[in-house]
């Protein structure tokens, strides 16, 4: 990659470039536009992929440790110029803006770029003062009206800080993928991590990762956050007890909208997903032509609350059952039930943080479950697959992270009944790195729940997806340990779904 090429279609020379950076203000050694280290240090991300554009992200942050949360960057505006172009080494340039990243944003740049052709690879990069980031890849989506013949993307979870390197990310970025869906645990908040500064500390410290990096800079993302970027197992406004206290309600509120905050920031995610104090619009809908459709959930920030805190499970709550209780709010779910209805796609992907099957933790006669997820709220659940059901959708198949373990599920429509009409395919994907303490739990009731057909809680790694009009099929990548990124990742097993015949076989 030549740097010095940025801005050689435009003809303007450096001097003319560093009249537009602003807001050196404030430090004079910054007014010559140097940074004291490289700007970029954070990588760069695309996400959000439409047919004729994608998000660009980078956050400017030559100190990414820096206590205060401010990635070493003064306060006050810096332009960032950003550039896309059909080959890696832009010589044929296709688009250009710039953006002015803001200290109070964290100097994070959402660039929404459009313009752009459908189902088509692109090149993008940035430039701050004289620095240019390193070169990102991304990739549209289809045409609305288009019917691809593939799409594959890895779905992934949970990665625990295990010292700066990931073995799962550093073989997802070497696979041949379209994107790559999230479904939360991005990071793992801290019992100090409470203020902005804090939390954007932390999203710094995870982004040094150079494999993190690497799979950014491969794919576009589709991310959603789970509980941990907040605060374990919260649910709505309300603090879950974690052995000493629990925040008060005010508290709580207060932490959650530095912790949206800082999520925001540090994702490549669109303008309008921006948090407003405590609040933030994260779910959404992407489309892949008429091969497949995401709705992307949030089921954390509208949740009734659980009903039980016991840890993996406890003893089934009988109001787990009440008809009136939620975990994806109302709005939510109307929204998904509404566009479930119109799709025309042949997929239909929830894209979700955790477990929707039924799964009895109790070897013996009772009935044990975590009330974290969608056990605790199975009228959710129910109302679900009966939609799912009733409406003919095609093809539904949920994706889920949150368990550090991997999963394969027929969703039945009596899940105490093994000869019941499987509804829908559940996958789960294991963890990044996060250590699953409870794998023994989940081996142990397996049996006792014919709908499940695989489960694992001790490898480490992400899911391959590979989805055609006539069959979906995942891979469970595996890795042998999950900071050691010397050994390349193996298959577990590999599952597929036919189109038209819910539930997954085993290749
Ligand atoms: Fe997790």
Redesign the pocket.
């Known amino acids: 990659m030549n740097r010095r090429n940025f801005l050689s279609l435009s003809g303007a020379g450096a001097a003319a470039f560093a009249l537009a950076v602003n807001g050196y203000t404030e430090n004079r050694a910054w007014a010559s536009t140097a940074f004291p280290s490289y700007p970029f240090a954070l990588g760069v991300a695309s996400g959000e992929p439409a047919p004729d554009g994608v998000v660009l992200w980078t956050r400017l942050a030559p100190e990414p440790l820096d206590p205060e949360g401010r990635g070493g960057m003064p306060s006050g505006n810096v332009r960032v110029e950003w550039e896309v172009a059909e080959d890696e080494s832009f010589t044929r340039v296709v688009r250009r803006g710039s953006e002015v990243t803001l200290s109070e944003l964290g100097h994070s740049v959402h660039a929404e770029v459009t313009g752009l052709s459908p189902a088509r690879e692109y090149f993008y990069r940035f430039r701050a003062g004289s620095e240019i980031s390193p070169v990102g890849r991304t990739k549209t989506a289809p045409a609305r009206t288009a019917s691809p013949q593939s799409l594959s993307f890895a779905l992934a979870?949970?990665?625990?800080w295990v010292g700066g390197r990931y073995a799962a990310y550093r073989n997802l970025a070497a696979e041949d993928l379209d994107l790559v869906v999230h479904v939360?645990?991005y990071i793992?908040e801290e019992r100090n991590t409470e203020k902005l500064a804090d939390f954007r500390r932390l999203h710094s410290e995870y982004k040094t990762s150079p494999d993190l990096q690497a799979a950014h800079a491969a794919f576009p993302f589709v991310v959603t956050f789970?509980?941990?970027e907040i605060e374990n197992n919260w649910a709505d406004k309300i603090s879950q007890p974690d052995g000493e206290a629990s925040n008060s309600p005010e508290r709580f509120v207060e932490l959650r909208a530095a912790a949206f905050q800082a999520y925001w920031e540090n994702m490549p995610l669109r303008r309008d997903a921006r948090p407003e104090g405590p609040d933030m619009r994260l779910y959404r809908r992407l489309q892949f032509g008429r091969l497949a459709q995401f709705d992307v959930l949030d089921t954390r920030q509208y949740r009734d609350d659980q009903l039980q805190e016991g840890f993996p499970s406890a003893p089934l709550d009988p109001r787990a059952v009440d008809s009136s209780r939620t975990l994806t709010g109302d709005n939510q779910e109307r929204w998904l039930f509404n566009g479930l209805e119109k799709s025309t796609a042949r997929w239909n992907i929830l894209a979700q943080q955790t477990i929707m099957t039924q799964f009895d933790y109790d070897t013996g006669p009772g009935v044990a479950v975590n009330h974290d997820q969608w056990d605790g709220y199975a009228a959710s659940r129910a109302r679900y697959l009966d939609f799912v059901s009733r409406n003919d959708v095609s093809n539904p198949v949920v994706l889920s992270?949150?368990?550090?373990s991997a999963w394969v599920n027929d969703l039945k429509s009596d899940f105490g009944d093994a000869a019941s009409k499987t509804l829908a395919t559940e996958f789960v994907s294991t963890?990044i790195s996060?250590g699953c303490g409870w794998a023994g739990a989940v081996a142990a009731a397996v049996s006792h729940n014919p709908h499940v057909k695989f489960a694992d809680g001790s490898k480490r790694g992400y899911t391959r997806c590979t989805v055609t009009p006539e069959t979906w099929r995942s891979d469970f990548r595996i890795v042998t340990s999950a900071a050691d990124t010397a050994d390349p990742a193996t298959t577990q097993n590999s599952w597929v779904v036919r189109n038209g015949r819910p539930g997954a076989q085993q290749v």
Do not use: L, R, T
Request: a negative charge; glycine letters at 12%; one cysteine or more.
């Open positions: 979870s949970c990665q625990a939360g645990d793992y789970d509980d941990h992270g949150d368990w550090h963890s996060s």
